[in-house]
C-alpha cells in the first residue's frame, strides 16, 4: 500500500547512544516533515523538508539531525539521546497542503 | 509565528449525539490552510477535514463539518449522530501557503473525545 513507512515502531535507548529513525514514501511527495508527540503539547515540528537536498529547522531542533538525499527518504539522527527524547515521532509527507499530509505510524522511543 | 489553541482537553458525547470541538488560531496570514485530524488509540493520525481559508463555504465530510470564522480566527469541529468508532484525540492544526506550504504543521494541544454507548 503506498504510504509513509516508519521504522523502528518501538524503541529504547540508553543515554548518550545515538540511532536513526526512518521514514520512507512512496507518493512522490516533495515535502517531508518530522514531529515529536508529547502528553498535552500536541504535535510539534522538529525539521522538514521542501525536496530532495533542502532541510531547514523547526520548532524544537535541538538534538536531532536530518538529511534529504532523496526524495523518498528522510530520516531523523539522534545524535547523543538524552531522557528529554522520550516521545513519540511521526513523520509526514505531502504533495501540497491543499491535499493534507499523510503521516506514518510513529515510533516510541523511551530513553533510559 | 502561527498558534494553535485547543481550550477543551476533553469531550464526551452520547452515542448518536452532536458534539462540537473548539479551536482557535493567530496568524498575520490572510491565506493559508486548516485541518482536523483524529488519532485513535492505534496511534494512526487520519485527516478528517480540510478547509481553505480564502473559501468562504465551509467544509462538510459526511458526518464531520466544520464551522470556520475567519475574522475570529475560529475552526471548530462539528460531529453529527456521533459513533463508537469516534472516540480518539483530535488534532487542529495549521499550515501556511507558500514555499514551505506543505512541510510545517502547527498543531494544537488536543481534544481527548469519549463516545458513551
Known amino acids: 500500500n503506498a504510504g509513509v513507512t516508519q521504522t523502528p515502531k518501538f524503541q529504547v535507548l540508553k543515554t548518550g547512544q545515538s540511532m536513526t529513525l526512518q521514514c520512507a514514501q512512496d507518493?512522490?511527495?516533495?515535502?517531508m516533515s518530522w514531529y515529536r508527540q508529547d502528553p498535552g503539547m500536541g504535535l510539534r515540528l522538529i525539521h522538514y523538508s521542501v525536496g530532495a537536498g533542502i532541510t531547514d529547522q523547526g520548532e524544537v531542533p535541538n538534538g536531532y539531525n536530518v538529511s534529504r538525499s532523496t526524495t523518498e527518504d528522510f530520516p531523523l539522527r539522534l545524535l547523543s539521546a538524552a531522557p528529554s527524547q522520550t516521545s513519540v515521532y511521526f513523520c509526514?509527507?505531502?504533495?501540497?497542503?491543499?491535499?493534507?499530509?499523510?503521516f506514518g505510524s510513529g515510533t516510541r522511543l523511551t530513553v533510559v | 509565528a502561527q498558534t494553535v489553541t485547543q481550550s477543551q482537553p476533553e469531550m464526551s458525547v452520547q452515542e448518536a449525539e452532536t458534539v462540537t470541538l473548539s479551536c482557535t488560531y493567530d496568524t498575520s496570514e490572510s491565506d493559508y490552510y486548516l485541518f482536523w485530524y483524529k488519532q485513535p488509540p492505534s496511534r494512526q493520525m487520519i485527516l478528517v477535514i480540510r478547509?481553505?481559508?480564502?473559501?468562504?463555504q465551509n467544509a462538510t465530510e459526511n458526518r464531520f463539518s466544520v464551522n470556520f470564522q475567519k475574522a475570529a480566527k475560529s475552526f471548530s469541529l462539528k460531529i453529527s449522530d456521533s459513533q463508537l468508532g469516534d472516540a480518539a484525540m483530535y488534532f487542529c492544526a495549521y499550515d501556511g501557503v507558500g514555499e514551505t506550504s506543505g512541510s510545517r504543521l502547527t498543531f494544537g494541544e488536543g481534544t481527548q473525545l469519549t463516545v458513551n454507548p
Open positions: 478547509q481553505e481559508a480564502y473559501k468562504q
Open positions: 507518493m512522490n511527495h516533495e515535502y
Open positions: 509526514a509527507s505531502s504533495r501540497d497542503a491543499a491535499y493534507g499530509y499523510t
